[in-house]
């Protein structure tokens, strides 16, 4: 039913998408929800249901829906469904698909299809599903605040995940020997790159402007244009190579670096600046961080409790009609992720 919902409703939003807009003079879903003492017409599925509650707003296969029903019927969908709504037309698609979604589901209970296979398992793997991923957040609200102190530890201990590296960079590229230089690439050997690269940083380090330079030189057109400037990353947390990490978070204020060897070129950074969050900066992110380790502690303890040890691995190898055994799912030694695979309540 979930994929029905959200098959429907996204068809009805492309549907709705290529309706005309309503013109001034004319009556959109939302301006007939009547006139407030003030002149002021009110908008909205919330506004209108908290305020008028029975008012018919639709009429559906001959029902009349009111506003506190197809309230409802709009909260059946998920968030991220509901965000895409944009127009009146959408609204009410929405309401439509939903509604149909609801009567349809009635029709299959009247027929009891939920106790016969294959629907009954899959609506057991849905319940399945809620109630595992409910107990877990129950496990995890029980209102853990860290302390001062536990915060005041964690920012000592990770001084340079509250630092952020301002960087320029010039790329002096190079084709490797034996490969075929784009047409685009400049064709320069290993040699003249690494030499080109040890000019430019002599240059830099004796006072030469490392934005005219980076314009001039560097083979990375999108950075050249901005003065050789790559933008900020954090100096603890951040997916630069290993070996130009290790260079850019040893730099101080105003460094250049010497030529870092990579695949295809070398690069020179210069650290523009290094500005460090304070503790208190720092305390809600770090409150926060701490919170999440907590309770992925909480969630392994449990998980822990429940690691299979395998008594006969014959039934556990499934093999293929050719007599080859296959791979079996769950058998990885992999912490499995619970997610809600079941319908937005």
């Not at 506003?67 to 968030?79: G, I, S, V």
């Not at 900020?232 to 040893?250: E, Y």
């Not at 969050?277 to 909480?298: F, Y």
Request: a neutral charge; glycine letters at 6%.
């Amino acid at each position: 039913m979930k994929r029905c919902f959200l098959l429907l409703f996204a068809v009805s939003l492309a549907w709705s998408q290529t309706q005309p807009t309503p013109q001034p003079g004319q009556t959109s879903p939302q301006d007939s929800s009547g006139a407030a003492t003030s002149g002021l017409k009110l908008r909205g599925p919330d506004a209108i249901a908290e305020a008028d509650p029975t008012r018919v707003v639709a009429i559906i296969h001959g029902d009349k829906i009111t506003a506190a029903q197809a309230q409802k019927l709009l909260k059946r969908l998920p968030p991220e469904q509901t965000a895409k709504i944009v127009s009146p037309e959408q609204m009410a698609k929405a309401v439509e698909n939903v509604y149909l979604a609801v009567k349809l589901a009635d029709e299959g209970d009247k027929l009891k299809l939920g106790d016969t296979p294959p629907w009954k398992e899959q609506l057991d793997n849905y319940r399945v599903s809620i109630l595992a991923n409910a107990y877990v957040q129950h496990l995890t609200q029980d209102g853990y605040n860290p302390t001062d102190a536990d915060i005041a530890k964690y920012y000592a201990d990770h001084t340079t995940e509250f630092e952020q590296l301002k960087l320029s960079a010039i790329l002096v590229s190079f084709v490797p020997a034996g490969a075929t230089a784009p047409a685009s690439a400049t064709a320069r050997s290993q040699e003249q790159a690494k030499s080109k690269a040890a000019d430019i940083v002599a240059r830099a380090r004796g006072g030469g402007d490392f934005a005219a330079l980076a314009k001039m030189e560097s083979d990375d057109k999108s950075s050249a244009a901005k003065g050789g400037d790559i933008g900020s990353i954090n100096a603890g947390k951040n997916s630069l190579p290993k070996d130009i990490a290790a260079v850019v978070t040893m730099m101080k204020k105003g460094d250049i670096s010497d030529p870092v060897e990579q695949r295809n070129g070398y690069y020179v950074f210069r650290l523009n600046d290094r500005i460090e969050q304070t503790l208190d900066e720092a305390k809600p992110q770090i409150a926060a961080a701490l919170r999440t380790e907590h309770n992925k502690q909480i969630v392994q303890t449990v998980m822990s409790d429940y690691k299979i040890q395998v008594q006969d691995s014959d039934f556990f190898t499934r093999t293929g009609p050719a007599g080859t055994a296959l791979s079996v799912p769950g058998l990885s030694g992999k912490t499995p992720t619970l997610q809600n695979t079941a319908p937005h309540q």
